[in-house]
């Protein structure tokens, strides 16, 4: 983490990811008046949704757009999204301007489900027996923010597990990946998630593979 400057309230800045750091910068404020954290996100060009709409936030999952605010910034000006996690209770406050450069989008059409539950029935995914070589690829592909991407990290963890228990990450990403797959599957079919469990176990069935519970 590296010190800023105060402006308006805004004090602790760190770097969001590796695959934004050169035009994105994340801020976690604490509230004065609650425990909860928020975390604002900043920089470029700009995309729209609405109160209400479900969204999806690279390697966090699916959100909810709760309300939209206006902030200050010396002389500049600035919209912002209030996206809320159910699972966590995280809340984090996206500028209009920089949600296309964090990879913010709508939720995955249902044809495209259909694709990512066919590819972990019959696709094809290679590992790779590096571990570091491994981490890296899949993290950058989760936070791609690509429901596919999270399926090939989510396929080939799983066939890993076959062969060797995984390190701590690699199970934290196991369950991210799968929060990613249920929680999505369950808003583009309007099921419940217990009903999208059972639609990702049938498909990893095909494969041999098993959904791992929630620990």
Known sequence: MRKGQSNGGFGCFTLLTDAVRKRTILESIHSATSST????????????????????????????????????????????YLLRFGYNSVTVMVPFSNAANIGLRRVTKDREISRVLSFLSHGWCAVNPDWKARFKDNTDKMQSGDLLNAAEVFKGLLHLQLEKPLSFREKKMLERARYMLVSEISIARSVPEIHAVSVLQRALGKAGLTLPAVS
């Open 37 to 80: 954290w928020i975390t604002v996100v900043c920089g470029g060009p700009r995309m729209t949704f609405q109160i209400g709409d479900k969204v999806v936030y690279p390697n966090q999952g699916v959100g909810t757009i709760e309300n939209i605010s206006s902030r200050s910034f010396g002389t500049a000006y600035e919209k912002f």
